[in-house]
């Protein structure tokens, strides 16, 4: 039986420690304007896809997430939240518990998204294209069990510092005794209001093998433009497959429309992301590594019609083009409609 290291067992502990123990916590009983009621939210996604490449079609409910967050107190929120539809399955997304004694910094714990990768972060009603980048879901869409520590600054030059640390298992597996764990850095800084350049790590082992995740990213917004862009690598340790890399590029441009009832902006919208082969870090029925995504390439074009409040209400209208290497089948060209309610 395997011990589990003294770093592994302490990191939490010591954590726990300063938490429940700081003078921040201690003194903060008074009860400020906070409101206790719960808040309600919720997602719904409904789209029609048509496949130009084999000539079929479906429609297909992408999301219908509902919520449930509020404060327990004045340093105590919460928040749970589940979906009922992502592509027909149910699953449980998150459900933490958050402490900020103090505006500069919180401590999360439970499930929940992990600090790592722009686009992976951004919830469904704030995606800018009716299907996410290759990083935000093949290379990274991570959720996980765990406890993160933000830390921010708004002063001279505002940044915001994440660290975590995870099981590394995913959202079901939460049963099985740990002894390696998943951990995260992700820091954000803020040089101008209109530039966000983020920097990402994450280190995770779902099996025999650790993998290192590296991610570089920023977007900037000016006059009506938006420019984003994102690079990832990931290497795996005794170099048991070729290291995995990623990008995309895109840009967007708001026409407001004057005295109009119910579209308010229309978004022209271009992007092309491309990633190589991927391996999640699971062994093949064959026992040896095998390559879980392959490599490709896609230019996305589209636009987004904004309606008018009092909900987040859009209408996203795609076409993807996928390139493949010599020999692999292109099966994945499409139109998608997708209509978009946040409420």
């Not at 990274?140 to 069990?145: E, K, W």
Request: aromatic share 16%; proline share 3%.
């Amino acid at each position: 039986m395997k011990r589990t290291s003294s770093k592994v067992f302490f990191f939490p502990v010591f954590l726990s420690l300063i938490l429940f123990f700081s003078p921040s916590i201690i003194i903060a009983q008074k009860t400020d304007s906070v409101s206790f009621h719960p808040q309600i939210e919720g997602t719904i996604r409904a789209k029609y896809e048509y496949n130009t490449s084999l000539d079929a079609s479906r429609f297909q409910v992408r999301n219908a997430r509902f919520s449930v967050n509020g404060n327990f107190n004045s340093i105590v929120s919460y928040k749970t939240e589940i979906d009922l539809s992502d592509e027909g399955q149910t699953k449980m997304l998150d459900a933490y518990i958050r402490l900020q004694p103090q505006n500069w910094w919180t401590f999360t714990l439970g499930q929940q998204k992990i600090p790592f990768s722009t686009d992976n972060l951004r919830s469904p009603h704030l995606l800018y294209f009716a299907n996410r980048s290759f990083i935000g879901k093949q290379l990274t869409a991570l959720r996980d069990v765990g406890a993160t520590l933000g830390i921010f600054n708004k002063k001279n030059l505002p940044v915001e510092l994440y660290t975590g640390i995870y099981n590394g298992e995913g959202l079901y597996n939460q049963e099985e005794w740990k002894t390696s764990f998943s951990f995260v850095f992700r820091s954000v800084i803020h040089p101008t209001e209109n530039i966000h350049l983020s920097f990402n790590y994450n280190s995770i082992q779902p099996e025999d093998k650790r993998m290192n995740l590296y991610d570089i990213g920023g977007y900037i917004d000016a006059n009506n433009w938006h420019f984003e862009t994102e690079f990832f690598y990931k290497t795996y340790a005794d170099n048991f497959f070729t290291p995995t890399k990623g990008f995309f590029i895109f840009s967007d441009y708001d026409i407001h429309l004057a005295n109009q009832k119910t579209v308010k902006i229309i978004r022209p919208l271009l992007r092309y992301d491309f990633m190589t082969d991927n391996n999640k870090g699971y062994k093949s029925v064959n026992g040896i590594y095998e390559t879980d995504d392959i490599a490709r390439s896609r230019i996305t074009g589209g636009i987004t019609l904004c309606m008018d409040k009092p909900f987040l209400n859009d209408i996203r209208i795609n076409y993807e083009k996928y390139f493949y290497e010599k020999g692999i089948e292109n099966k994945d060209d499409k139109f998608v409609i997708e209509f978009v309610v946040r409420f």
